[in-house]
């Protein structure tokens, strides 16, 4: 087959709607393989009849479901093992709807009684400083990364406007880290794609601590340790 007869990896990411990282993410941990990667450029291509399972493959992400319980649908569509797991991912679905919809009714609950609701004012942790070992590799991994701008006046990266309550600074102590004065930080942050940040992350020079997980009691998140050995603790928002 000539690279002719392929698509690229471009080609192959606008015909399935998933993005060119989650595509490289998903050779990676053997979910989706290229039908040809070249031994030179390392360029993947893929064959046109990829594109079925590419888009099931987008499907079952884009309703949460992890990326092991898709390898053992694809492997069993219509079997035993696929009921199952279809099942009990419904019933997570379920038990997080209901937790939403018990949420929503005791927010609208002071309206629809006509009293007023209580608006708590309470302190919040606005800046985390971490050591920087390498500050430049470490400016450069999140930059990379995370797609954060850093502002060296402040040695900080910042997370949405100042005076509103997404404002968050994380900042990077270049003495701390070489003084020795505190060790490694571990931190969290919500992303959009777990899978897809989780990869970026990795791609941009993050140590793999521990890879996407589950609990029954938090959403999906992984670990990862920065180039100054911090770790974040990526969740699925």
Known sequence: MSHRELLSIGE?????????????????VDLLRPARVDPGTGYRRYRLDQTAQ????RSLRSVDVPIDQIRT???????????????AHRERLLERAHAIQRLAE??????????????AKE???????????????????????????YD?????????AWET????????????????????????????DLDTAHAAALAAGAALVQPPFE???????????????NRISLTQR
């Open 12 to 28: 192959f990411s606008v015909k399935t709607g998933l993005s060119i990282p989650a595509l490289r993410h998903y050779d990676e």
């Open 54 to 57: 590419a888009t099931l493959i």
């Open 73 to 87: 649908l694809l492997a069993d569509q219509s079997g035993q093992d696929a009921s199952v797991v279809l099942r």
């Open 106 to 119: 005791t927010l609208g609950r002071p309206y629809e009684e006509g009293t007023s609701m209580p608006i």
């Open 123 to 149: 302190d919040r942790v606005v800046q985390v400083t971490v050591p920087a070992r390498d500050l430049d590799a470490t400016v450069r991994f999140y930059t990379e990364a995370f797609g954060l701008e």
């Open 152 to 160: 060296a006046s402040i040695a900080s990266f910042q997370f949405g």
């Open 165 to 192: 309550d997404s404002f968050f600074l994380l900042t990077l102590d270049a003495s701390a880290g070489a003084g020795g004065q505190f060790g490694p930080a571990m931190f969290g942050l919500y992303v959009d």
């Open 215 to 229: 609990t029954d009691y938090a959403p999906r998140r992984s670990v990862v340790a920065d180039p100054s050995g």
